[in-house]
């Protein structure tokens, strides 16, 4: 498809109160860990890195090979390689455990203290752990290089750093799937025992107390239930739910709405979801935009007598202003399996009050389950011990040294474009297709775009999820998340010294919260490049601009006349905001005008209200890089 105009535009929606990004921590790429060299078979190597995702081929080790055995565990006399050894810190379920036998020296130490811990890495190719082991930076530098891969038996990697793990060229495996069902069962079960008061009507039982009339509870049949969050726990919480004769409606930016009509689920936004609701399910991630989102102003948003379930994560829940919620009568009940401190503390007043009921994080605790995600993480972990590249890596894949040292300006443009444009995007339907257009003076076959796909990929989704986004995992998670990515390319008359002229991302069918984004065609489009190895941004809409992607970015549409940009610059200077970038594209003088201002600090709401109120003005936004 041609794209006629250098720039042409496109349309996005995200509803959501936790669509509103948050700097994420830079995205860090590195070579694979020697274990990718250092192979534990004789009949493997690993090739020469021209495309990235094809790791190895079959052949055999000889003398005259490429293969290097320098620092390597290599036996030459026996022409084998020794089994790697595999640490598992907690409990995994048998046929996980089996399996990892099969494949190498396992040991399981459980309950290890920190310091035990870091000796016991020092000696092990492999570290499985679940929730309660925290493998901190200094596990990293303990095992000196030893580490190659740290498989997370279940979803959340909270206890694991990643950046250290990057640092120290360990690879991160998750099991995401195996315990889905699971999880949606828990959630089901805390929402019947809940509305009968089955735990308080047993602990008034067991006290020798017969309270029938105090424990009366409300029925389920044609009430309203709100999923926050309709991935594959929520999904199945619904399909549950729907089972039980609820009305189930559901708050989530990338729900493809295909899926939620098949269950008879209505999309809906983040406040109509919590003031219309009778009980309220929480599904969705922990990021920087969930962390407290269930606060004293969503609360109070509430229908009275609302009822609470969560078995995601509990940071999501401002836990203080839950429980002024429950004193007010606001929140009628509460059930949780998930805190922000686990254990929490003994005298929490929101685990002891009365209309509270609370599991030890028994979301994935089924046999079936646990025997699930034990597979799961052996397969994932005996594959990156072997050098296959897993569907579950949450952090970085290996990159050729001299791809990655030409692609990283737009590497960061990539990212930041992708982050800019999902904030460009409002609305209740989601962000569903993105079409991506490259510049470029090179052959189709002297650029790979995976890499740039995989930012782009990783700035629209990361900010409102807690998926890793990588070149391994990038299509994947976009799967994942219903998000359809698509490419084009375009020969333009530039040097082919650079890889890439421009980039160019469009969202496609949805709506805007800023108007000048939206091109004639009705869809979102922002492009940019990078000058002097600095990420620009070109074009808003069909409005041309050329401002750094530094700080952050305020957007202004507003009437082209004399004194605009001395009105905006006065208002920023004296809030102490300084301005590092500042352009005005516009596509008649006179007519209509975009401003692109680039601030070094996030101007508060007065300073953002004063912009908004200057006369020629129509539209304005602030955005997060």
Known sequence: MAISSSCSSTKAVVNSRWTSPTPQPSFRLAILPTFLHRRYSTNVKLTATSAALKTVEQTTLTEDSNFSTAGSDYDQENSTFPKPRILVAEKLGEAGVNLLREFGEVDCSYELSPEDLKKKVAESDALIVRSGTKVTREVFEAAKGKLKVVGRAGVGIDNVDLQAATEHGCLVVNAPTANTVAAAEHGIALLASMARNVAQADASIKAGKWERSKYVGVSLVGKTLAVMGFGKVGTEVARRAKGLGMNVISHDPYAPADRARALGVDLVSFDQAISTADFVSLHMPLTPATKKVFNDETFSKMKKGVRLINVARGGVIDEDALVRALDAGIVAQAALDVFCEEPPSKDSKLIQHENVT???????????????????????????????????????????????????PYIVLAEKIGRLAVQLA????????????????????????????????????????????????????????????????????????????????????????????????????????????????????????????????????????????????????????????????????????????????????????????????????????
């Open 358 to 408: 609370v599991t030890p994080h028994l979301g994935a605790s089924t046999k079936e389950a646990q025997e699930g995600v034990a597979i799961e993480i052996a397969e994932a972990v005996a594959g990156a011990l072997k050098g296959e590249l897993s569907a579950t890596a949450v952090n970085a894949p290996m990159v050729a040294p001299e791809v990655l040292s030409e692609l990283t």
């Open 426 to 625: 409002s609305g209740g339907k989601g962000v569903q297709s993105i079409r991506v257009v490259y510049r470029s003076a090179r052959d189709r076959d002297d650029l790979d775009t995976r890499l740039l796909r995989a930012m782009i990929t990783k700035g629209i989704i990361e900010p409102i999820s807690d998926s890793y986004v990588n070149l391994v995992n990038a299509d994947f998670i976009a799967k994942q998340k219903g998000l359809r990515i698509s490419e084009e390319r375009m020969v333009v008359e530039s040097s082919p010294e650079y890889p890439v002229d421009s980039i160019q991302v469009q969202i496609l069918n949805v709506e805007s919260n800023f108007a000048g984004a939206v091109s004639d065609s009705g869809d979102i489009s922002i492009e940019g490049k990078v000058k002097y190895g600095v990420p620009h941004l070109t074009c808003v809409g069909s409005f041309a601009v050329d401002v750094s992607l530094e700080g952050n970015l305020i957007l202004c549409r507003q009437v082209d006349q004399p004194g605009m940009i001395g009105q905006v610059g006065n208002i920023l200077g004296e809030q102490n905001v300084n301005v590092n970038f500042m352009s005005v594209g516009r596509t008649v003088v006179r007519k209509q005008a975009i401003m692109a201002i680039g601030v070094d600090e996030e101007p508060d709401n007065k300073t953002l209200e004063r912009i908004g109120g200057v006369s020629a003005i129509e539209e304005f936004v602030f955005l997060k890089l």
